[in-house]
Every structure is written in structure tokens, then in C-alpha cells.
């Protein structure tokens, strides 16, 4: 009866012209949390009619909720209306982000009963969401965690829960300063989840310090997605920690207007869009997203491309090496992303099948790949079986179409698939700019294994493989196994240059083969549960300037990586217009901030005569210096300062004491 009457639900929502896009499966399957969010849609218009319904979606909603003694995920939702057993344990965080804010806002609209059992449904909820604890790594579920149990244990009254919520988004919140972004970086899909959750915390959280943090964590993830939106078409750089091919096609809104709206409903602040109105793009982003775990991403932008590439993968959604080719004349981007691919399965997720390790300087950067393995669960992404026919990594370019000519040392290929040996070096005319490929080193766990070039299905695939013939169980590929001599790798060479600076593909070919590749491959053993190493070491040096990393094959273990500066670090935030460190001066887009040594956010666009910083550390002096003028505290404590145009905000935690201002004046005390 019940399942009958939420397809009623659906069908009166409809009936007054809600956006059902998210809430309805075309299938008949309509999403348990769509109607919870279509309730609070109803009860924001207040209509009779409008109440009404929102109470028979509500009744629905509680019904699809595990309430059984004894039962494992008590407290839980079903996915869908069809659902027969929870199995999605995120179906709580996700329903529940709809039904407390609407409890806060409109719970005197409900009749008493029902208003009794939502609360007892909310309350429940967050029992286990407690159950649950999910690591904080896991960004878009943890942001909604906090979120949830701040403002579930303020709506209830319950000190334990509220502070339960108060401590783990403080735990989240120093996580990321500490480090610099999240762990689920870039991600187009998943970051507007983290962003809603944060802000619907603010908007309704009563603890003073829990909504500042949601405000600077807020604007610092938001800033990092502003500083990859390229200012050309308005399209957001790579990499990304987890992606949907869906919501990287042209077709998608452009993330300039997705930043623009959330400026405009006050999810970010305004600040943060005016650094993304720079004018020139060119320039390299790095970010950390967790040190200990050598996990960060680096974005080249350059005049009609970006180029980014991740130390590791996150999942199987990561992106971990992204060409993105802008375009304002035709209907797509030309998107290059790398892939591992186990027996060609492309789901339309587009998910990877490989274990990653990169380095990137500027628009160059060597890419290593594995395939992931059951018995060595080394990745962060979930295994898959040592058993294929098919096994190669691969840089695939989405659209076929965006691919111009294509040369080798020899001139000009004129028909696919082309076939190259690991000495050759591609280059691909892909819109205005050339690609180059040249494949390092490999694992052979065949004869004779391609190294292809090809089209299929309107894509293009540049592959290296490790193996392709009958499919079999790979002995020597679990860690282990008695067999056991290392992960078999496929490594590659890419750079992009603008085709403009070049007469033709040939001679950008030539320039990329003037570069010294050194590949050390230390010489296989078996080993059996030691610590035993097996090291492989690529460089790729041109020009005095060097490229490097070090794994190791036996653990899968990222040892080093090198560019011009050295030995890689893990900053925290480095670009021409934001810096993130823990150093105690920053200097970056014309301004200063001199602090104690603890982490600090300093971002800038003297073309907007505008500067931000974000203090995160212990109370101490603090000075903050823009080409116009400076503003001192003789004692500054979590917070943000905001100079623009001469008039200067601030706010912090617990106060300040100061400020000393020279050139500029105090606008507004938050």
C-alpha cells in the first residue's frame, strides 16, 4: 500500500512542476531521498495543497526506514522504492541532509503525529550514522556526517550527538588544513555534494566555531576548484579524484556557472570568483590532499589547454591523467584521459582498472600503471581478479573527432591501427594543440604484446600492453604467491605543446626526442611475505631540466618523484595566485602574510585589487601586506581576512586583538 502511494507522491509532484530529474528513475524507481528533498521543496511554498503532499511524502519516506530491534543497519533508508533490503549504506546521510534542515525550518507545518515519528526517524538516523563513523578520507559521506549530526543534535536537543558532530568536524576540518584539499580533490560530481553539505551547516549550525569552519572550508575547496576553471570556455581542469564520464562531457553545465551560482546563493564567497576572473590562465597548480599517503595533484593551465595528473589514483572514478583541449567552435572538448583496461570493459562510468603513480612538471609528465589485484590490496580503489585475456594502459581520446593528424619520426600515419615498438614517439594534432606520447617501459606477461594505436567506437586509443591472447589466472601476480616478482607495469612518456610554436606535428616530435629517457628496472626475483624491493626508476631530462619518479614494484610503493625543484614535496597549495603552507611568510600575487608556523591561506588578484587570508593555526601576531597598504593583529586566531579594494573584513574563532591599519579601513566585524 505504501509503495503504491509514494508513486501517487511522485505523480502529484510532477503534477505541480518540480524539478523530479534527480528524485525519479524513468524506470519506475523512484529514490527515497528525492522524496524527502521534494518534501522540503513542498513545505518551503507553504500552500495547503502543497503541506498536504509533502506529508504524504514524508509518511513514505519514514516507511522506507529500517526501525526493526536487533537489526544491523537500524536506522538506515532504502535507495530506492524498490529496494529490498538496505545495501547502500550512504541512502542515511543522504535522506537525512534532507529531512533536518526541513525539520528545522518546518516541522510546526506537520501534524503531530507525523512531526513525532520524524523526529524519532532523525534520531534513529543518526544512531547510525554513529554506527557507521566513516573515515573522514571518504569526503562527500563525511562532510554529510558532520553536517547531519550538528544540526540532528541541536534539532533534538541532544548535547552528546551535537557534540559528537562539533569534535568530527573539527577532526575533518584540521584534516584538510593541515594537508591542503580533500581527499576526494576536483571531483566535478562529488565536490557540489561536500559544498551543499558545508553550506547547509552554516546556514543553520548554532555553534559559533562550527560555522566558521564550514565558511573557510567552504571557500578554500571552492577556491580550489576556481583556480582549474579555465577562463577561456569555463571548464574545469583535471585531475579528478572521481569523475562520471557524464559530468565531463561538453554538454554539462560549464563549472564557471556552477561557481557563479554558488557566489550567487552564498555557498562560497564572492572573493573566490574574482580570483577565477584572472586574466591569464597560464600558469601550475599543486595541491596535497594527504602527505603521509604521497597523494596530490598538479594542473598545468596553459593559453588553449590544461594538463593534470595525480600522484596516485583514489578509486576507480579517478582521472588521474587529464588533457582537456579548449574549444569555443565546436560542441565538444577535446578530453584525453588515461586508463588501465582489463579486458576492454568501459562501463559508461568509464571506471579504471589500474593502479596509478605520476609526476608532472609544466605540460610533460611520466605515467606508470598496474593492473589492480585481489590478492594485493595495495590501492585505495576496491581489487579485481588476476584473470584476463586483455590487459594494456592506455590514453584515450573521448572524441575521435577532435583528432587531427598524426605523425611518427617516418612522417604522417595514414591509416589506424599503427602498431609501434617502445622507441617510437606519437604525436597527435588534437584541436590546437599537439600531443605527444612516447612509451617508456613495459611488463610482458605474453609474446609479442602490441603497443597500438587505434580507433573504436569514436574514440581513440593510444595502448601499451602487458599481455593479450587467451585469458588465464596470472600465478605470478599475487603478492602472495611463491611466483611473486613484482607488479607488471606499463609506463609512458606525454607532453603537450601549443601547435601554434611549432611548424608542423614533426617537429614538436623532434624536440620530444631530444630528451634523455633513462629507465632503471632492477632485475626481477621471486619474493615470498618480505620486504624485499624491486625499483624501477624513470627520467625523462631535456635541457638541463630533469623528470622523474622511483616505485617500488614488489609493494606497489611510490619512493620519490623529482622535477626542476628537487625532490618533490607534498605542498600544500602552490600557484601564481594562492599559496597554502605552514612556513610563517607567504608571498604570492603581490601580498604578503607573515604568522606563526602553522598553516595559512594566502590568495590574490591585484587586477581586482583583491586579497584573502585564511589562518588556521594557534593564536599569534599576524601581519597581512597588499601593495596599497597592511593590516596588523598583535593576535590573530582562526579566521579570515578579506582586503578589497581598500576595505578590509575580518573574522575569527576567538576574536582578535588589534588590528593596526595602514592604507585601508575596517568595513565590518563579523
Not at 87 to 103: G, R
Not at 107 to 129: H, K, Q, T, V
Not at 169 to 186: H, K, M, P, Q, S
Request: with cysteine.
Amino acid at each position: 500500500m505504501i509503495r503504491s502511494k509514494i508513486c501517487l507522491i511522485f505523480g502529484a509532484l510532477m503534477g505541480i512542476c518540480l524539478n523530479l530529474s534527480h528524485g525519479l528513475d524513468m524506470s519506475g524507481n523512484y529514490s527515497v531521498r528525492g522524496a524527502a528533498e521534494y518534501a522540503g521543496q513542498l513545505l518551503e511554498g507553504g500552500s495547503e495543497k502543497e503541506i498536504e503532499l509533502a506529508t504524504e511524502a514524508l509518511d513514505a519516506v519514514l516507511s522506507h526506514q529500517e526501525t526493526r530491534e536487533g537489526a544491523a543497519h537500524r536506522g538506515n533508508f532504502l535507495w530506492n522504492r524498490d529496494s529490498k533490503v538496505i545495501q547502500d549504506l550512504n541512502a542515511v546521510e543522504f535522506t537525512l541532509t534532507h529531512l533536518i534542515p526541513l525539520a528545522i525550518k518546518h516541522r510546526d507545518l506537520l501534524p503531530e503525529d507525523l512531526r513525532s515519528r520524524l523526529l524519532e526517524g532523525i534520531r534513529l538516523g543518526l544512531e547510525e550514522i554513529a554506527r557507521l563513523d566513516v573515515a573522514l578520507t571518504y569526503t562527500n559521506i563525511a562532510s554529510m556526517d558532520c553536517c547531519n549530526t550538528c544540526l540532528g543534535g541541536e534539532l533534538l536537543g541532544d548535547k552528546k550527538i551535537a557534540e559528537r558532530g562539533y569534535d568530527r568536524f573539527r577532526r575533518f576540518f584540521d584534516l584538510v588544513a593541515e594537508n591542503g584539499t580533500i581527499f576526494e580533490f576536483n571531483s566535478p560530481g562529488y565536490s557540489r555534494v561536500t559544498l551543499h553539505a558545508l553550506h547547509t551547516l552554516r546556514e543553520h549550525v548554532q555553534d559559533p566555531k562550527t560555522r566558521l569552519r564550514a565558511r573557510l572550508l567552504a571557500d578554500r575547496l571552492g577556491l580550489g576548484l576556481a583556480l582549474r576553471i579555465h577562463p577561456e570556455v569555463g571548464r574545469l581542469a583535471g585531475p579528478y579524484s572521481r569523475a562520471y564520464h557524464r559530468t565531463l562531457i561538453y554538454s554539462t553545465t560549464p563549472y564557471a556557472e556552477i561557481l557563479a551560482d554558488w557566489i550567487d546563493k552564498g555557498v562560497i564567497s564572492e572573493w573566490v570568483g574574482k580570483i577565477a576572473e584572472r586574466e591569464s590562465p597560464i600558469g601550475e597548480i599543486r595541491e596535497t590532499a594527504i602527505a603521509d599517503w604521497k597523494l596530490g595533484l598538479t594542473t598545468f593551465m596553459g593559453r588553449s589547454f590544461s594538463m593534470g595528473l595525480a600522484s596516485r589514483e583514489v578509486s576507480r572514478q579517478t582521472n588521474p591523467l587529464v588533457i582537456q583541449v579548449e574549444r569555443h567552435e565546436k560542441e565538444t572538448t577535446g578530453l584525453v584521459c588515461s586508463r588501465y583496461l582489463i579486458d576492454d570493459f568501459e562501463s559508461d562510468s568509464f571506471f579504471d582498472q589500474g593502479k596509478f603513480f605520476g609526476v608532472q612538471e609544466g605540460a610533460r609528465a611520466i605515467a606508470v600503471y598496474a593492473p589492480r589485484g585481489a590478492e594485493s590490496p595495495d590501492s585505495f580503489a576496491p581489487a579485481s581478479r588476476h584473470q584476463f585475456g586483455n590487459a594494456k594502459a592506455a590514453l584515450v581520446w573521448l572524441e575521435s573527432s577532435n583528432v587531427g593528424k598524426i605523425w611518427t619520426e617516418h612522417g604522417e600515419i595514414e591509416s589506424l591501427p599503427f602498431d609501434l615498438d617502445l622507441s617510437q614517439t606519437l604525436v597527435v594534432e588534437t584541436g590546437p594543440v599537439f600531443i605527444g606520447i612516447k612509451p617508456l617501459a613495459r611488463t610482458e606477461l605474453g609474446h609479442d604484446s602490441p603497443i597500438r594505436l587505434e580507433k573504436r567506437e569514436g574514440r581513440l586509443y593510444f595502448e601499451i600492453h602487458n599481455y593479450l591472447g587467451p585469458e588465464k589466472v596470472f600465478w605470478e601476480l599475487d603478492r602472495g604467491s611463491r611466483f611473486y616478482q613484482g607488479q607488471p607495469f606499463c609506463a609512458f612518456y606525454v607532453e603537450v605543446a601549443e601547435s601554434s610554436d611549432y611548424a608542423n606535428g614533426l617537429e614538436f616530435l623532434r624536440e620530444i626526442d631530444q630528451t634523455d629517457f633513462t629507465r632503471e628496472i632492477e632485475q626481477p626475483f621471486t619474493s615470498y611475505r618480505d620486504d624485499a624491493e624491486r625499483k624501477l626508476r624513470l627520467e625523462a631530462t631535456r635541457d638541463g631540466i630533469p623528470l622523474g619518479l622511483e616505485v617500488d614494484l614488489m609493494k606497489w610503493e611510490l619512493k620519490s618523484r623529482w622535477t626542476w625543484r628537487g625532490v618533490e614535496t607534498w605542498p600544500m597549495l602552490e600557484s601564481p595566485w594562492a599559496v597554502q603552507s605552514a612556513s610563517g611568510k607567504i608571498e604570492v600575487a603581490s601580498a604578503t602574510v607573515t604568522c606563526p608556523d602553522q598553516p595559512a591561506l594566502l590568495v590574490g588578484n591585484p587586477e581586482k585589487r583583491t586579497w584573502a587570508v585564511q589562518y588556521y593555526g594557534k593564536p599569534g601576531p599576524l601581519t597581512f601586506e597588499v601593495p596599497t597598504g597592511s593590516v596588523s593583529f598583535d593576535r590573530m586566531t582562526p579566521g579570515w581576512i578579506l582586503w578589497d579594494r581598500g576595505e578590509v573584513t575580518v573574522e575569527a574563532m576567538e576574536g582578535w586583538e588589534g588590528p593596526t591599519l595602514v592604507g585601508g579601513r575596517l568595513e565590518k566585524n563579523d
